[in-house]
């Protein structure tokens, strides 16, 4: 080692670095070094039960094979469909929540404190609640239509592939909506009064207050939750395996569940690795897009457009 670098370690600029040297060691232990072998991994033949076969390698392979497999298709599109109708609807009753509660004088606290609680939940809980809540003979949903003379048999909530569907977005939706809300109401609560008051002088009802004022104030608090929840949704596996398995005949199957069936079940952990750098690729596509939207709505607001 040379003068100068020994110098550098005894001097008080090197304390920072040395600090945080266990947890770079963590992070390349436990990210870096399993992300390297996974991307090796997808390039390969790799089977779990035939460990030779990990230095087997078989270059795009796996990846031409997955563009012309159909389920791997019917997956990403449902996937795609799952993240942009859970995204836009727990957008809208994340603001609907967020301006109710805004209104509200006495009692907001415990409100927000209440709003937070369905996200405190663990995915696997959530899947275990609502599998009970959506069961076909014991459910709450089928018990309720059935007391209120609304169906006569029994509804196949998570049998039938439309129906589970549902059901699954259901569950998400009521999860996660909160974290729409939560983000808008700090949005709300920072915006400014001045130009509320000077727009309602000027003659503007409620609605065209909330229009031009409101919600481009708020679009920048939409886009950072849309870009954390659609790296959420995209990674979507607890609720589906506890709901519903993929099933009914894989109607329900997201990228996620069919990547673990494919690694775990099947033993294809080269084709699973290609399908989770596929669905890497999904998340950094809705990342970048909502990160543009993002960075145009603060420059809107700031008056450069």
């Known amino acids: 080692m040379s003068r100068t670098r020994m110098r550098f370690f005894r001097s008080p600029r090197a304390i920072p670095y040395l600090l945080l040297l266990p947890s770079i060691l963590v992070i390349l232990a436990v990210v870096l070094v399993p992300l390297l072998v996974s991307f090796w991994t997808s390039f390969t033949a790799y089977n779990l039960t035939k460990p030779a076969t990990l230095f087997q390698f078989v270059g795009l392979r796996n990846y031409q094979r997955l563009m012309v497999n159909p389920e791997f298709w019917w997956a990403f599109g449902r996937t795609l469909v799952f993240v942009t109708i859970a995204l836009n609807l727990e957008m809208v009753l994340g603001l609907g929540l967020a301006l109710l509660i805004n209104k509200i004088t006495w009692g907001q606290r415990t409100l927000r404190t209440i709003m937070m609680f369905p996200m405190m939940f663990s995915p696997i809980l959530v899947g275990f609640q609502f599998k009970y809540i959506f069961n076909d003979s014991v459910g709450l949903v089928n018990n309720a239509l059935f007391d209120l003379g609304l169906i006569k048999e029994p509804i196949p909530w998570l049998v039938d592939g439309t129906l589970a569907n549902f059901s ?121 897009y909502f990160y543009r939207k993002l960075v145009a709505a603060r420059t809107f607001m700031g008056g450069a457009q």
């Open 168 to 288: 699954i977005l259901f569950a998400e939706i009521w999860m996660s909506t909160s974290v729409f809300a939560i983000l808008l109401l700090a949005g709300l609560m920072a915006l400014p009064k001045e130009p509320i008051e000077a727009a309602k002088v000027d003659g503007c009802n409620p609605v065209q207050v909330f229009r031009h004022i409101t919600l481009p104030f708020l679009m920048p608090f939409v886009y950072i939750a849309m870009t954390i929840r659609s790296l959420d949704i995209a990674r979507a596996y607890d609720m589906v395996r506890i709901m519903t398995n993929g099933g009914p005949a894989g109607r329900t199957e997201l990228l996620w569940t069919l990547m673990t069936r494919t690694g775990y079940q099947n033993s294809q952990m080269g084709m699973a690795n290609a399908m989770g750098y596929i669905s890497i690729l999904l998340s950094i596509v809705f990342t970048f």
